[in-house]
């Protein structure tokens, strides 16, 4: 039983790059649009926003202007949206994609009504390009968007399957949580989602569930609510 109505599923950039650690990954994100038919097949309403770093991200370059930097940055989400729309067309699922500023006619401008529907008919919509500003990431366009949607709740997927007390990679003993209240991860400095995005959380109460990508079938039991990812609560 799915145990949502509506989720903004985000999905890192880097999650979907597999072992390249860059580009796409085709298997992984054919495996990723079989589980969202899945759950789109048995009624649940989803948006999708995804990371750009698999391309590139607005920091890693230092000459460069930010304002431009970033602007590349939220190109390449367009790209990231782009192919990963087609991925789920091939298996069966209809798609739109939802820019907040014009990409002439390759996607659509966002808004609130136009994507409802796309989600309210079984389409899945992509939200690409962020907020839309530099100086943001695609951590604060999806809780954005999803309290602007009315989600239930946020499923991210990445390439780590929760919050640890500690980067796992560095310690050895690092201590998962189950569940943790998204104060605790703002004030112990987790830097799990940026600060605007955890603020925007806090004050919107939108909860987020943080799991891992490559764990077989995760976005299926995280909208079951039977993922071993970490509950970030409000
Ligand atoms: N970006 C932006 N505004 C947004 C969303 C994204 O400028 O609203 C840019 C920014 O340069 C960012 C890149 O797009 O580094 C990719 O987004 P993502 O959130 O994956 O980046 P990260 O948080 O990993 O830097």
Known sequence: MIKYNRVLLKLSGEALAGDKKTGFDEETCIGVAKQVKQLVDDGLQVSIVIGGGNFWRGRTSQTIDRTKADQIGMLATVMNCIYVSEI??????????????????????????????????????????????????????????????????IL?????????DSDPKQN?????????????????????????????CIENRMPMLLFGLSVDNSIVLAAKGKSNGTIITI
């Open 88 to 153: 789920f067309r091939y298996v069966g699922i209809s798609t739109e994609i939802y820019t907040p500023f014009q990409c002439g006619s390759m996607t659509k401008l966002f808004s609130k009504d136009s994507v409802t529907s796309c989600m309210k008919k079984g389409g899945v919509a992509f939200l690409a390009g962020g907020t839309g500003h530099p100086y943001f990431s695609t951590d604060t366009a999806t809780v954005l968007r999803a309290v602007e949607l009315d989600c239930d709740i």
């Open 172 to 200: 050895p003993e690092a201590k998962k949580f189950d569940q943790i209240p998204m104060q605790k991860v703002l004030d112990d400095k987790l830097g799990i989602i940026d600060l605007s995005a955890t603020v925007l």
């Open 156 to 164: 991210a997927a990445r390439n780590i399957d929760g919050v640890y």
